[in-house]
């Protein structure tokens, strides 16, 4: 039986970088409805007032790779899990996903980093094994992962193209 790579639409990106309509809701949502997964870029602040949504989560969500620009419930989050790649833009992000049943994970230009599922999350034109996701920069680089056969996932712009 054959296995297929699982492609994850890099910010919500199928067909190329789209940088306005990055980690929106809308785009993300367009992308898992087309079957694919998506990496998300997530910052956690916790509430100055404990009683808000204190018994879902001591944390407000927003989506954006530099600064959060679009706040998500949490609920949105779960709702989700099972097709987001969470990756945690700093180290209150990451303290507030701790233990959750999300997939999620931390890295800046680390060669690899393990998400909480135990996938390898791995930097462009690294070594890759069978648990690896391979970040693509380019087309090119994400065809040519698409044929390896011992090769988890790719997270690229292009996953629509592959």
Sequence with gaps: METSVKLIAHRGNINGSMPERENTVSYIEEAIEKGFDVEIDVRAIKHKEPERQAYISPYSYVLGHDDGETEVAYEWLLLNAEKLWIHCKDLTSLRA?????????????????LTSTNIIWTYPLKNVTDKSVIVCFTPEEA???????????????????L
Excluded: A, M
């Excluded at 996903?97 to 980093?113: A, E, I, R, V």
């Excluded at 065809?143 to 193209?161: A, H, L, S, T």
């Design 97 to 113: 996903l701790y233990g959750s049943p999300l997939n999620y994970f931390w890295h800046q230009k680390d060669d690899f980093t």
């Design 143 to 161: 065809r040519f992962w698409k044929g390896e056969k011992e090769i988890f996932g790719i997270c690229c712009d292009w996953v629509g193209c």
